[in-house]
Nanobody, 114 residues
Framework: QVQLVEFGGGLVQPGGSLRLSCAAS????????VSWHRQAPGKQRELVAT???????NYADFVKGRFTISRDNAKNTVYLQMNSLKSEDTAVYYC????????WGQGTQVTVSS
């Protein structure tokens, strides 16, 4: 059974940091392109960052310089380090793994508020 589970969400003040983790089981995770997406209330889900199996990364303009995506294939885990958080980063964050098939995690809530 394939599972993607996100960890690390929570409440943080503006300017703070969080690190999200996406742990996979049941798939050859190292073969997959993994991406983080987010969905704020009343808005469409949007792509935040992507990392290929070789570690190449891409970021949405609105997180460049603040967020860093990385992966540890030995641990079947992808991370999203989020720094300098803003209120507009508040959303449910999802990870997605794509290769032969596409899998989504259940999401983790990130709330940036004072």
């Amino acid at each position: 059974q394939v599972q993607l589970v996100e960890f690390g969400g929570g409440l943080v003040q503006p300017g703070g940091s969080l690190r999200l983790s996406c742990a996979a089981s049941g798939i050859g995770f190292s073969l997959y392109v993994v991406s983080w997406h987010r969905q704020a209330p009343g808005k469409q889900r949007e792509l935040v960052a992507t990392i290929t199996k070789n570690g190449n990364t891409n970021y949405a303009d609105f997180v460049k310089g603040r967020f860093t995506i990385s992966r540890d294939n030995a641990k079947n885990t992808v991370y999203l380090q989020m720094n300098s958080l803003k209120s507009e980063d508040t959303a449910v964050y999802y990870c997605r793994a794509s290769w032969a098939n596409t899998y989504w995690g259940q999401g983790t809530q990130v709330t940036v508020s004072s």
